[in-house]
């Protein structure tokens, strides 16, 4: 089982509509998570971190399922500019911090 | 304030050859790790540079190297070049080793043939 697991999508979703994909992770260990957004061809930027139950900023909304291993990425009132990649990452916390990032998610919203 | 700098941003090589590729940190960071990212997967881990020392290394072999100056600015070195070794690398800083505040720099896009 890898480390860090998302669906690769793409999520095709229509403007405006609400999207949510999940992200499972291996160690149970893991304290905190993030969300990375990458566009085609760029460097990841950090959207949300998660260090408990879940965190929202705006459209989006991250939430934590300790008991089951995963976290979940919502976007509501999806905008064109979402379309991007967005990265599952779990920094190992016993291993100077080293991130571990998931394969991606791709998200293309259409008008 | 000067972001996670990489250089240069393309770069073709032949199999066989040796490349290196350069990074600074954003100012007030002193912790450098090196991510190769293949297309289409997310980035993995290389190795992390702390105290000019390599502190944590991914499952890579030693064909990839690095380097960091007490300036902080490193350097990973990939000898033996392999097609395999065709990806976007991306450095990215921190403070203080173990730390968060990860900001990347926009990656060195390599292409081996």
């Known amino acids: 089982r890898k480390e860090v697991e998302q669906d690769p999508g793409p999520f095709n979703v229509p403007e405006g509509a609400t999207v949510a994909f999940n992200c499972t992770y291996s160690n149970s260990a893991s304290q905190s998570f993030f969300w990375y957004r990458q566009d085609c061809r760029k460097e990841p930027k950090l959207l949300m971190s998660v260090y408990s139950s879940g965190n929202e900023d705006g459209r989006f909304t991250a939430q934590l399922n300790r008991a089951s291993q995963y976290i979940s990425l919502l976007i509501r009132d999806s905008k064109l500019s979402d379309s991007a990649t967005y990265l599952c990452v779990v920094p190992a916390k016993a291993a100077g911090n080293k991130l571990t990032f998931g394969g991606g998610t791709r998200v293309l919203v259409k008008p | 304030d000067a972001g996670v700098t990489q250089s240069p941003t393309h770069l073709i090589k032949t199999r066989g050859q040796q490349v290196t590729l350069r990074c600074s940190p954003k100012?007030?960071?002193?912790?450098v790790s090196w991510y190769q990212q293949a297309l289409g997967q997310g980035p993995q881990f290389i190795f992390q540079?702390?105290?000019?020392?390599?502190?944590q290394r991914g499952n890579f072999p030693d064909r990839f190297s690095g380097h960091q100056f007490p300036n902080y600015s490193s350097e990973l070195n990939v000898n033996a070049l392999l097609l395999g070794d065709s990806a976007l690398y991306l450095c990215a800083s921190s403070l203080g080793g173990p730390g968060y505040g990860y900001t990347f720099g926009s990656g060195t896009r390599l292409t081996v043939v």
């Open positions: 540079y702390y105290e000019e020392e390599e502190r």
């Open positions: 100012s007030g960071h002193d912790t």
